[in-house]
């Protein structure tokens, strides 16, 4: 957690006023891969990210087995399932939800607590298997939920990644690249938001077209 100013306005309530009304793009659904690309793109990421930092680097893809094993099963996206990888991640005991305000970028970003915080993140991840919206959109937007509400003390941006694959992940839908998405992401931005699922139909299209074997129809 990285202190800083505080400010009137606060960037998850920023986020939680333009959540609703971005305009996500629509992309139809498709089937699952008939096979898994030759490159783990979350994998590559994780491991040129912690390059400089061994045992961090073994802690994160070391959670992200269990991740996508739950994911696999299909299971329920909440934080309790989230707090059971970052344990691993923080390599510690616990991981509960934050019990103070937090900041990122410098303290540029601030994220409130309020009695509900907790809740509403329950039910905004609860949306990421909402019908009526493709699925680069939804794994957009839960990427960014984690990100600007902040759940936990350390490791939020791990956290959100470790989220977009177990979203990705869920539907059969891997990636064999992931490092275009690393750019920094406001939460007052809604075209950027609108722009991130772009990308993530992009990568999933691009990482169909590299199978030997193309998924059929």
């Known amino acids: 957690m990285t202190s800083g100013p505080s400010y009137r306005q606060d960037s998850l309530t920023d986020w939680l006023r ?9 992309r139809n659904s498709t089937y699952p891969y008939a096979q898994s690309p ?3 793109g979350f994998r590559d990421f994780f491991a040129i990210r912690g390059s400089r930092d061994a045992e961090e680097t073994e802690r994160i893809l070391t959670a992200l087995d269990p991740t996508l094993a739950d994911a696999k099963q ?3 996206l909440t934080f309790a399932l989230m ?24 303290g540029r970003e601030r994220y409130v607590l309020a009695p509900d915080t907790r809740v509403r993140f329950e039910r905004c ?14 794994a957009a937007r839960t990427y960014l939920d ?11 941006a791990r956290a959100a990644m470790l989220v ?11 990636l064999d ?41």
């Open 38 to 40: 030759a490159y783990d």
């Open 125 to 138: 991840l609860s949306e990421s298997v909402q019908p009526d919206l493709s699925l680069p959109s939804r």
């Open 18 to 26: 333009i959540r609703t009304q971005i305009s996500w793009p629509y």
């Open 83 to 106: 707090a059971s990888w970052q344990r691993t991640v923080l390599n510690r005991a616990s991981a509960d939800f934050r019990t103070a305000p937090d900041f990122a970028k410098g």
């Open 177 to 217: 690249q992931v490092h275009p998405l690393q750019v920094p992401r406001w939460a007052d931005d809604a075209e950027g938001a609108a722009d991130l699922a772009v990308l993530l139909g992009i990568l999933i299209t691009a990482a169909e077209r590299r199978l030997p074997d193309r998924r059929q129809p």
């Open 164 to 174: 977009l694959a177990f979203v990705l992940a869920r539907e059969a839908t891997p």
């Open 146 to 156: 984690v990100l600007f509400f902040h759940p936990f003390e350390d490791g939020n």
């Open 74 to 76: 299909g299971k329920w």
